[in-house]
């Protein structure tokens, strides 16, 4: 058998079933790879290698093997919280914070027989599209040391593209699986808002924030959210029991598969357009042409969607970013412990009116019946996943929070209005970056990934027809510099 790391987390998982690889070595072979790669990466907060390895002895002798990831490695990313670990929220205003009890999520992930082995990097509270800190720590791309690696799960999606973790769990309330994913070269999920319950947005402001997995294949990522999905079952009643259209599932079944014809759109416009300087770059735009014509030759229907200017956008979503940020719990004698970034969008969100916060919320509820209403006619949108190549370690401006934020806009428009209108979409590397740019060697950069987004409920849909693309590009074997 190959080396545990180099297998897909689904032949992982079958290897586990199988009785030929235990939880114990497969946490202590991902263990290893970590010691001996993260210094490069800086993909992770905290190693738990003791944690790890009783909790792999525990999962290998005391749990069923029905549990649907059991044995499986993973990590928490540093804002979802594991009792008696540390969780810094990326932020030295909580260095020392170790909480006395997990988060829903961390406890759903155990009860599915996973086993953590400590936390995944996340920019200061997870605002930001990249994993950095002024105080000099970075997560570097895979790929390339010399970029970034995304954010908010950037440390997660570093981690998976370079083998340290078979697969990991994100959270995204503006593209904060999706952007990692693609900077890396890896697939991201951002599930319907409902879909997930421990992370299902619903109790969120607007509803933005939802969790889902980040894998290097699309089969990988669908082991992972039914994982996710299905090992809860709350009754009727629960407040969690308020689901997104459609199925929860399973997914994976879709994934291998990869069937079905569909009719797609394809979208050229962002709601940010008239208030930034947008700009799609021509590795982003070589992606769509390539994945429009792969789904053609594959008996898809491909139509373009036309323009749909929302000049309300803007300001509506910075409102609700901002008030995001103002219940951060860091209070004014202590704000000069955050970022610049963090503590404008902390001042910024506090100083906002019930009045502004009651009218962004208004706004877009109704940009999202209106953004269902205009992919209606499509199973699945093609956009592409960002408008730049992954930005290098050190570009986004780390003092002025007005030009960070236009940079991040600039670099990602096409992720958060996914986030206000609640629907599912996916990140999926369609392309080389030899075939971008020729005379740039292959391993100078990772693959360029599209973004499908789906209708409410529509993760199958999703699966399906990321499958094909993934089978049709050729480019799920490659492997950054770093592996």
Not at 262 to 280: E, T
Not at 432 to 448: D, N, Q
């Amino acid at each position: 058998m190959s080396e545990l790391h180099e297998l897909t987390a689904l032949d992982l998982h079958r290897a586990l079933q199988r009785g030929e690889a235990s939880p114990t070595d497969a946490v202590r072979a991902f263990l290893d790879r970590i010691a001996r790669l993260d210094p490069q990466v800086g993909a992770f907060a905290h190693v738990a290698r003791e944690a790890a390895l009783e909790r792999a002895a525990l999962v290998e002798h005391e749990l069923p093997r029905v549990a649907p990831l059991w044995g499986m490695p993973l990590a928490d990313k540093d804002l979802h919280l594991r009792a008696g670990h540390p969780a810094g929220f990326g932020s030295r205003a909580f260095a020392d914070f170790v909480p006395d009890a997990s988060d829903a999520l961390v406890r759903d992930l155990d009860r599915a027989g996973a086993v953590s082995l400590g936390r995944t990097r996340a920019p200061e509270f997870g605002l930001p599209s990249y994993t950095e800190s002024a105080t000099g720590w970075a997560t570097r791309n895979p790929w390339d040391v010399a970029l970034g690696a995304g954010g908010s799960s950037g440390g997660a999606a570093a981690a998976v593209a370079a083998g340290m973790l078979p697969f990991a769990t994100g959270s995204d309330g503006g593209g904060s699986i999706r952007i990692p994913a693609a900077s890396c070269g890896v697939v991201g999920v951002k599930p319907s808002r409902g879909r997930v319950p421990s992370g299902s947005g619903l109790d969120r402001l607007a509803g933005l924030g939802v969790v889902g997995p980040l894998a290097r294949t699309v089969a990988d990522a669908a082991l992972l959210l039914d994982g996710l999905v299905g090992p809860v079952g709350y009754p009727a009643g629960h407040p969690f029991a308020v689901r997104a259209p459609g199925t929860d599932g399973p997914y994976l079944g879709a994934a291998i598969r990869g069937e079905g014809r569909f009719q797609v759109g394809v979208l050229a416009d962002s709601p940010w357009d008239l208030a930034y300087d947008v700009a799609v770059g021509p590795a982003a735009l070589a992606a769509v042409e390539a994945a429009t014509a792969l789904l053609d030759r594959l008996g898809h229907g491909v139509e373009a969607i036309p323009p749909a200017p929302e000049p309300g956008y803007p300001d509506a979503f910075r409102v609700i970013w901002q008030a995001s940020a103002a219940t951060i719990p860091v209070e004014a004698d202590r704000l000069d412990l955050l970022e610049p970034l963090s503590a404008w969008l902390v001042r910024r969100g506090r100083a906002l009116g019930a009045r502004e916060l009651a009218e962004a919320i208004a706004w877009l509820a109704e940009f999202e019946q209106r953004t269902i209403r205009r992919f209606s006619g499509f199973d699945a949108v093609l956009t592409p996943a960002l408008a730049q190549s992954p930005r290098p370690v050190g570009w986004y401006d780390a003092e002025d929070g007005e030009e960070n934020f236009a940079q991040q806009v600039r670099f990602t428009p096409f992720t958060s209005f996914v986030n206000v209108a609640g629907l599912p979409a996916l990140t999926v590397p369609v392309l080389a970056v030899e075939l971008v740019e020729p005379g740039r060697p292959a391993e100078s950069g990772p693959p360029v990934s599209v973004q499908l987004i789906g209708r409410p409920g529509g993760e199958e849909t999703l699966f399906a027809i990321a499958a094909q693309l993934e089978r049709a590009a050729r480019i799920a074997g490659r492997r950054p510099p770093v592996w």
